[in-house]
């Protein structure tokens, strides 16, 4: 069943949840997908105008562990099923393993090509064609390898009324961010999908230049 009634517990192990927040929730409705049936809920930042999309499922519990995914978009694999990138199949699998749960949320953070925007990921793409890296067509555009910031996913988590959190996510650098911006991490998930090349190439270059925990 799905329930909307949120549970904010904002003193214990989780005093950041009771800060104010630099986020607002400005609609929400059910989202039944291929993978099972979710809520959807859109958050508007207060401070930009960046938009955020949260789908989640099962009651929200603060002390209760719950899955959890920091998912970021990428248009071209997500929508386009590129296979440069396994953001398509790492999104899908991760609602998969929420319904199968019974409980869990994504956070859909809208900061295309880790934060960089779509054309100039197209750009970097056409960098890549040349035989650059993903780490080296960024850094030859001049931007930061990744532009990501992580506070405003933390704030919805605990706007939905969760602390205790089971990451799923290969990026040390996110746990570590979500970590710091008050979130109870009690463990990572490791997430690995069948990759074909040259999501292959990728995947080996976030391992050994952005350190993610890839077994294979
Ligand atoms: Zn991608």
């Known amino acids: 069943m799905l329930d909307d009634k949120l549970s904010v517990n904002g003193d214990g192990d989780c005093p950041w949840a ?3 927040r ?12 291929r993978f099972g049936d979710f809520r959807i809920a859109g958050y508007r930042s207060l401070t ?5 999309v949260v789908i989640y499922k099962g009651e929200m519990n603060a002390d209760e562990p719950t899955l959890v995914r920091i998912h ?14 396994d953001c398509g199949p790492q999104l899908h699998k991760t609602m998969k393993m929420i319904d199968a749960e019974g409980r ?21 793409y056409a960098l890549q064609d040349e035989g650059a890296d993903t780490v080296e067509a960024n850094e030859k555009l001049g931007f930061a390898v990744d532009a990501r910031d992580y506070q405003q996913c ?12 089971r990451v799923i996510s290969n990026n040390p650098d996110k746990l570590a961010a979500l970590e ?34 890839l077994n294979s």
């Open 104 to 124: 869990g949320a994504i956070v859909y953070q809208q900061q295309e090509g880790r934060g960089i925007g779509i054309i100039n990921k197209i750009r970097a």
């Open 72 to 85: 970021s978009q990428c248009l071209t694999g997500d929508v386009f099923g590129s296979i440069k990138c």
């Open 154 to 165: 933390a704030e919805i988590l605990f706007d939905l009324g969760l602390c205790k959190v």
């Open 180 to 213: 710091r911006a008050g979130l109870r991490i009690v463990e990572r998930i490791p997430i690995e999908v069948d990759s074909p090349e040259p999501a292959a190439h990728y995947l080996k270059t976030k391992k050994e230049k952005l350190g993610h925990l």
């Open 22 to 33: 630099t986020v607002q929730r400005v609609a929400s409705a059910k989202l039944p997908t």
């Open 18 to 20: 009771s800060q104010p």
């Open 48 to 52: 930009s105008d960046e938009e955020f």
